[in-house]
C-alpha cells in the first residue's frame, strides 16, 4: 500500500546499446514491461527509419498468419491456448520461420485451389444432375401432349402433318439463383412478347458455393421456343442473370444414360473430395497448434523492432541511443536486461545506463495488484493524477465501499452483491483463461474486487438499519413496549412509537430496534437519523480531502500554502459545518425524549440545529415556544457569532493571502534566470541535496515568471468555488439519505405488493402461487434493487469522490506511464472489437 500513496519516483534514463546486442536488450525489457520509451525520432519519416525493412518483413508475416488463421477457422479448427507463450525469437530462427510461414501459406492456398476446382465440378454435376431429375417430368407431360392416337393421326393430312415438323419447339434447360427467378421470368416475356414457355421447379436441399462455403439455393428451369433467333436471345438472357445452361437430350434413352454417367462422376469426384479434405484438415490441425507461438512471436518481433526506430544511431554508427522514462526502483532490474541482452548475442562491449537530469514532467505511475487496479481505475477515468501527486486510490479501497453502503443498506441485497463478487473473485483464473468477448461482463470482472467490498460493506450497514429485504430482525430483543388498546390491536401498522411512553431505557444493541418496523412514524424518525448520518459523514469526509492537500504541499515544498490555503480552509470548514455537527451531537448527548426534559438542563424543549445553523448566518436570535430555552448552553449565540466572524475573516486570508506572499517574495528575491528543475521534485538517493533545493529554487523561479495579475484572478476564481463548494457539497452528502430512503421504500414496497399476495391464500393454490409471485420478486429484486439501484448508488458514490471529496486537493493534470510491454501489446491485440 505504500506504493500507492503517491506516484512512484520516475527518472530519464539514456541507453547506450551496441547495435548487434539491441534486438536482445529491447527483448529482455519487453518482457519486463517496465521502460516507456520516448521517440527520439520525431521529425524523421516513418519509411526513412533504419529498421522499417524488418518492420514491413514483420507486417508480411502478419499478413500470411491472418490468411492462415482465417483458413483455420473457415474449417472450424480449435486453436489450441498455449500455457506458456515463447520469447521473441532470435534474428536467425526469424529467417526459418518466415521461410516456413511462407511455405505453409503456399501450401494452404495450393489445398484451398484444388479443393476449389474440385467443388466447382461436384457443383456442376450436381446441378447437371439436378437438371436432368427435374425436367424429365417436362418432357413426360409433352410426351402424353403429343402422343396421339392412331386414328386421329389418320385424320390429319400431309400438309399439316409438314407444317407441325416445321414448327417443332425448341428448348433451354439450366439452373438460376432462387432470387433472380421473377426478374428471369419477366425479361424472357420481353424479349419473347410471351413466345416462351418457362417451367421451373426448386431445388430441395442448398447447394455449396465452392469459392465461400456459402448455402446456394437455386432453381431447375426449362424454356420452349421456336426459331433460333428466340433461342440466341434466350442464351444472353440467361448469361446476363448468370444462370449456367446444360445440353440436355431431348429423347429419354438418352437423358437416363446421360444420369447414369453423371451419377458415377460424382461418386469418383465425392471420394476425391473426402480425402483432399481429410488432408486439409490434417495439415490445418498441426498448424493450428503453432498458430499461436507464431502469432506472438511476430508481434513480440514487430514490437522490438518498431522500439528500435525510436533510438539514434551515434556519430560513429557503433551504438544506439535511446531515452526512457523508468522506475528509480526498476533501474536494477534495466541494469539486468541490458546485461542479459549484451550476453545472449556474445558482444564484448556491454550496454549501459545513464540517469540525465530533465525540466520534463514524468509520467505517472501507481504500481497496483489485480486488488487495488480496480479502484486506481476509478481515479484515472477522472483523471491522472500529476506526478507524485497524493493518490485518492488509497482512501478510496475503504471509503468508496463504505458511502455505497451507506446508500445500500439491506442485508439481503448486498449479500447477493457480495456472492457475486465472491463468485468473480474466487473463478478469476477460469474465467481469464476464457477470455470472454462480452463487454459489459468484462467490466463486473475487472471489477470484482470493488463489488466484494461494497457487498461487504452493505452487509454491515443493513445490519446496522436491521434490513434484510425491508424486514426486520430482532436478535437483541426490543427496547419497546407497546402497549394497545383493543381498537389498535387490530390496526398493528397505526401505532406510533413515543419514547415518553414506549421506551424502555436501554437501547438496542447494535443499529434499528426492530420495533420501528411496526411504527406508523418509522419514516419521520429514519428520515432525520439518516439525514443527520449523511451530514456528518460528508462533513467528515470533506475535511479529510482538505487534510490530504497538507501531503501534496510538504512534498513539493509549498510551505506557505499551509497556512495561506490549507488553513483559511479547514478553519471556514470547521466553523461552520463542523459546528452543525457538533451541535447534533450535542442534541443527543443532551436532551431525552422524557416530556421534553433534558438530562441536565432542567426543563427545556429539544432545538431544531438547523433553524439553529440558518439564524447562526443571518445573525439571527432563535425563538424557542413558551417554556423553553432558547440555545442549548450560555453563550451559545456568542460562540455561533464568533465562529461566523472567524469564517468570514478566512474569506479574505483565502483571497489575498497567497498573491500578497508571491508579491513580497518577488521583491526580495533578485531576479535570476534559470533553465528549471532539472529534476522535477524527483529526489533520488544519488543526487546531493545542493541539487534538490536548486530544483525547488528553479521551480519558484517559474512561478514569478506568471503574471500577478493572473495570480490575483486564479486566486478569486479558486476562493469562490471553495466558499460556494462548502455549501453545496455539504448539500450533496443528502443523497445519502435520499438514496438510502428510496432503497428502503422500494424494498417495502415490492415486498407488500407482489411477494405478500403470495402468502395470503390458505388453500393448496396458494402453495402454487407462492412459488409464482416468489419467482416474480425474486426477478424484480435482482432486476431493480440489486442491478438498477445498486448502479445508481455506484454512480452517486463516484461523484461524491470525483466532486466532493477530490476537489479539495486533486489536481489530476498528469499523464499515464505506458510502458514497452509484450504483454500489454498482446492483451490489446487480442481485445475483441466492437
Known amino acids: 500500500m505504500g506504493d500507492m500513496f503517491r506516484s512512484e519516483q520516475m527518472v530519464l534514463a539514456q541507453l547506450f546499446i551496441q547495435p548487434e546486442a539491441a534486438y536482445f536488450a ?52 480449435a486453436i489450441p491456448d498455449q500455457s506458456e507463450l515463447p520469447k521473441a525469437p532470435n534474428p536467425r530462427e526469424i529467417i526459418d520461420l518466415e521461410a516456413h510461414l511462407e511455405k505453409t501459406e503456399g501450401d494452404i492456398k495450393e489445398l484451398s485451389e484444388s479443393a476449389v476446382n474440385l467443388k466447382s465440378n461436384y457443383l456442376e454435376l450436381i446441378e447437371l444432375k439436378q ?34 415438323i416445321r414448327g417443332r419447339l425448341g428448348f433451354v434447360a439450366g439452373v438460376i439463383n432462387r432470387e433472380r427467378v421473377p426478374g428471369f421470368e419477366r425479361m424472357l416475356w420481353r424479349i419473347s412478347r410471351g413466345n416462351v414457355f418457362l417451367r421451373q421447379v426448386e431445388i430441395e436441399k442448398p447447394l455449396e458455393d465452392p469459392a465461400t462455403g456459402n448455402q446456394l439455393y437455386k432453381t431447375v428451369f426449362v424454356a420452349f421456343f421456336q426459331g433460333e433467333q428466340l433461342k440466341t436471345r434466350i442464351k444472353k438472357v440467361c448469361a446476363g442473370y448468370h444462370a449456367s445452361l446444360y445440353a440436355c437430350p431431348s429423347s429419354l434413352q438418352e437423358r437416363n444414360e446421360m444420369l447414369k454417367g453423371v451419377c458415377t462422376r460424382l461418386e469418383d469426384l465425392n471420394l476425391v473430395l473426402n480425402q483432399t479434405q481429410d488432408h486439409r484438415q490434417r495439415v490445418l490441425v498441426s498448424v493450428a497448434k503453432e498458430l499461436q507461438n507464431w502469432s506472438v512471436m511476430v508481434s513480440k518481433m514487430k514490437a522490438i523492432y518498431h522500439t528500435l526506430n525510436f533510438f539514434n544511431m551515434d556519430v560513429t554508427k557503433k551504438c544506439l541511443i535511446g531515452e526512457c522514462w523508468v522506475s528509480s526502483k526498476d533501474i536494477p532490474v534495466v541494469q539486468k536486461a541490458l546485461s542479459d541482452g549484451s550476453s545472449a548475442c556474445g558482444s564484448s562491449i556491454p550496454s549501459f545506463l545513464n540517469v540525465i537530469n530533465t525540466n520534463e514532467d514524468p509520467p505517472t505511475f501507481n504500481r497496483t495488484n489485480k486488488f487495488t487496479r480496480g479502484f486506481q481505475n476509478l481515479i484515472d477515468s477522472y483523471g491522472v493524477a500529476s506526478y507524485r501527486e497524493a493518490n485518492p486510490a488509497l482512501y478510496t479501497i475503504i471509503t468508496f465501499p463504505f458511502l455505497f453502503a451507506v446508500m445500500f443498506g439491506d442485508v439481503g441485497h448486498a449479500m447477493i452483491m457480495a456472492l457475486f463478487g465472491g463468485y468473480l473473485v474466487v473463478s ?30 452493505s452487509m454491515y450497514t443493513g445490519f446496522v438499519y436491521n434490513d434484510i429485504f425491508s424486514k426486520s430482525m430482532n436478535i437483541f430483543g426490543s ?39 411496526l411504527a406508523k412514524n418509522k419514516i419521520i424518525f429514519l428520515n432525520s437519523y439518516k439525514m443527520k448520518l449523511s451530514i456528518i459523514f460528508g462533513v467528515v469526509h470533506m475535511i479529510f480531502g482538505v487534510c490530504v492537500s497538507v501531503v501534496n504541499f510538504v512534498h513539493f515544498r509549498k510551505y506557505s500554502s ?12 470547521c466553523f461552520l459545518f463542523l459546528w452543525m455537527v457538533v451541535m447534533m451531537f450535542m442534541k443527543w448527548i443532551l436532551y431525552s425524549a422524557d416530556l421534553g426534559k433534558p438530562v441536565e438542563l432542567g426543563t427545556s424543549c429539544a432545538p431544531n440545529v438547523l433553524i439553529y445553523f440558518i439564524n447562526m448566518m443571518l445573525f439571527k436570535a432563535t425563538e424557542s415556544p413558551e417554556g423553553c430555552k432558547d440555545y442549548m448552553f450560555e453563550g451559545q449565540q456568542t460562540v455561533q457569532q ?32 534559470s533553465n528549471g528543475d532539472v529534476n522535477q521534485g524527483m529526489e533520488l538517493g544519488e543526487y546531493p541535496e545542493a541539487q534538490q533545493n536548486a530544483a525547488a529554487t528553479s521551480q519558484g523561479d517559474e512561478e514569478e515568471e506568471e503574471p500577478m495579475s493572473e495570480i490575483f484572478i486564479h486566486q478569486a476564481i479558486h476562493t469562490i468555488e471553495y466558499v460556494l463548494s462548502t455549501i453545496s457539497h455539504t448539500a450533496s452528502y443528502l443523497r445519502l439519505w435520499a438514496l438510502s430512503l428510496a432503497h428502503a421504500q422500494l424494498s417495502e414496497v415490492l415486498w407488500s405488493m407482489l411477494f405478500r399476495m403470495g402468502l395470503t391464500s390458505s388453500s393448496y393454490v396458494g402453495a402454487i402461487t407462492a412459488f409464482v409471485f416468489f419467482a416474480a420478486w425474486a426477478a424484480f429484486t435482482i432486476a431493480i434493487l440489486v442491478t438498477m439501484e445498486g448502479l445508481s448508488a455506484f454512480l452517486h458514490t463516484l461523484r461524491l469522490h470525483w466532486v466532493e471529496f477530490m476537489s479539495k486537493f486533486y489536481a489530476g493534470l498528469g499523464y499515464p506511464f505506458q510502458p514497452f510491454s509484450f504483454k500489454a501489446i498482446l492483451e490489446e491485440e487480442n481485445a475483441p472489437e466492437d
Open 428 to 457: 478469476e483464473k477460469k474465467i481469464m483463461t476464457k477470455k470472454s468477448n462480452n463487454e459489459i461482463f468484462n467490466i463486473f470482472f475487472a471489477g470484482r474486487y470493488i463489488i466484494l467490498l461494497m457487498g461487504l460493506f
Open 562 to 573: 499551509i497556512f495561506l490555503e490549507f488553513l483559511p480552509q479547514i478553519l471556514l470548514l
Open 642 to 673: 464568533i465562529l461566523v466572524f472567524l469564517s468570514l475573516i478566512c474569506i479574505p486570508v483565502l483571497l489575498l493571502g497567497k498573491p500578497l506572499y508571491i508579491k513580497c517574495t518577488r521583491k526580495s528575491k533578485p531576479h535570476v534566470r
Open 479 to 517: 427496547s419497546w413496549f407497546v402497549q394497545f388498546n383493543k381498537e389498535q390491536a387490530l390496526e398493528l401498522d397505526e401505532r406510533d412509537l413515543d419514547p415518553r411512553y414506549d421506551y424502555t431505557g436501554t437501547p438496542y444493541f447494535i443499529g434499528m430496534d426492530p420495533a420501528w418496523q
Open 131 to 164: 437438371v436432368l431429375e427435374k425436367t424429365q417430368a417436362f418432357f413426360n407431360e409433352q410426351d402424353e401432349a403429343n402422343g396421339l392416337d392412331s386414328a386421329h393421326k389418320a385424320l390429319i393430312n400431309d400438309e399439316s402433318h409438314n407444317v407441325s
Open 26 to 77: 529491447i527483448s529482455e525489457l519487453g518482457e519486463s514491461g517496465i521502460v516507456q520509451f520516448r521517440d527520439l525520432n520525431e521529425n524523421v519519416n516513418l519509411f526513412q527509419r533504419k529498421f522499417v525493412n524488418e518492420v514491413r518483413r514483420c507486417d508480411e508475416m502478419e499478413r500470411k498468419l491472418r490468411y492462415i488463421e482465417a483458413e483455420v477457422k473457415k474449417d472450424n479448427v
